[in-house]
């Protein structure tokens, strides 16, 4: 079985501060690793994905990922965050092959104070 | 190209009665996945149809069910509505098996209210 823990439920940043927003998965065999962003009354998107390879992985809207085998954990970064990547993110897993389907985090609001 | 298209958008109905939500893929997707949204819950996984046959299911009881027509359309079904099955309910299509490496991309959503 594959799981996902997103540490923190809420996260709010200063304009143009950077950001991290951590996510820890657990899965017995490879996996493959997903964020996505949901707008308000909007379904979810998906920003960046690992499946393989480089284990520094960027996406759309400035945002990058890095992948750390050892720590289990998928934590998205950006340098300077915009009043527009105020969301909800999601952090999910797919672990072997894909079999068990995706799995999603609880998600984090991240809310970008002026 | 067009998005993952559901509808209706919102419904309200009342407890007992039955609901059947609808998803049309992405133009040449053959997977498509059902989620439920819940602010407690989160993001759960309804089921997964490709090519017209279900290929997965999450843990949901048999009042949730669906099925996928030989366009790649999709439909699911509750039935004897709990207040409980209020959700926001996603609907997500990928080429592939959703998740593996295939991406899902996801629709806007429809809002089940339950009273």
């Known amino acids: 079985a594959q799981s996902v823990t997103q540490l923190d439920s809420q996260v709010p940043v200063f304009e143009e501060a950077p950001v991290e927003l951590r996510c820890n998965y657990s899965s017995s065999v490879s996996v493959y690793l997903f964020w996505y962003v949901q707008y308000p009354n909007q379904g979810l998107q998906l920003l960046l994905k690992y499946l393989s390879g480089s284990t520094l992985v960027k996406g759309i809207n400035g945002f990058e990922a890095e992948f750390n085998k050892s720590q289990t954990s998928f934590h998205l970064r950006k340098p300077s965050v915009h009043i527009s990547d105020t969301a909800e993110y999601f952090c999910?897993?797919?672990?072997?092959?894909?079999?068990?389907?995706?799995?999603f985090g609880k998600g984090t609001h991240l809310i970008i104070q002026p | 190209k067009a998005g993952v298209t559901q509808t209706p958008r919102y419904l309200i109905k009342t407890r007992g009665q039955q609901v059947t939500l609808s998803c049309s893929p992405i133009?040449?997707?053959?997977?498509v996945s059902w989620y439920q949204q819940t602010p407690g819950q989160g993001l759960q996984f309804l089921f997964e149809y490709f090519s017209e046959t279900q290929r997965n299911k999450g843990n949901f009881p048999g009042r949730f069910s669906g099925r996928q027509f030989s366009n790649s359309r999709s439909e699911m079904n509750v039935s004897t509505l709990e207040l409980g099955d209020s959700a926001l309910y996603l609907c997500?299509?990928?080429?592939?098996?959703?998740?593996?490496?295939?991406?899902?991309?996801f629709g806007n959503g429809t809002r089940l209210t339950v009273t």
């Open positions: 997500a299509s990928s080429l592939d098996r959703g998740g593996a490496n295939s991406p899902l991309h």
């Open positions: 999910s897993v797919s672990a072997g092959g894909g079999a068990d389907g995706l799995t």
């Open positions: 133009s040449g997707h053959r997977s």
